[in-house]
């Protein structure tokens, strides 16, 4: 069995499942795997930021069609690379965002929706 990275789901699925995710939760992260198995080191550090202040994120793995979830992330951030955090839908960054607000002390106040 050879591995697939992309699945094959249309544009048009893919772009609906981001606009979803990001209209129906409070906090969703776009990322290389899940939250319990990162792909790569920049999803790790984003999931493992997140999750100090808040349990309840929603984690999308973007690996099941990446090119995809390139194009429909980047109508919403204006980037292509993954890991990307929204919060009550405004795009907030990266994991080096992540960890630069989380520096300034920003980031928790960031993921505290009401």
Request: aromatic share 8%; proline share 4%; glycine share 8%.
């Amino acid at each position: 069995m050879t591995f697939q990275p992309n699945s094959g789901l249309s544009q048009e699925e893919v772009t609906e499942r981001v606009d979803s995710a990001i209209e129906e939760n409070e906090v969703v992260l776009f990322m290389k795997g899940n939250r319990l198995m990162p792909q790569c080191g920049f999803s790790q550090r984003a999931v493992d930021l997140i999750t100090q202040y808040r349990d309840d994120v929603e984690c999308v793995d973007t690996l099941e069609s990446l090119d995809e979830y390139r194009v429909a992330l980047s109508e919403h951030s204006g980037w292509e690379t993954t890991p990307q955090t929204y919060v009550d839908g405004e795009f907030i960054g990266g994991s080096d965002v992540l960890a630069e607000m989380d520096e300034r002390g920003e980031l928790e106040p960031a993921l505290a929706t009401e």
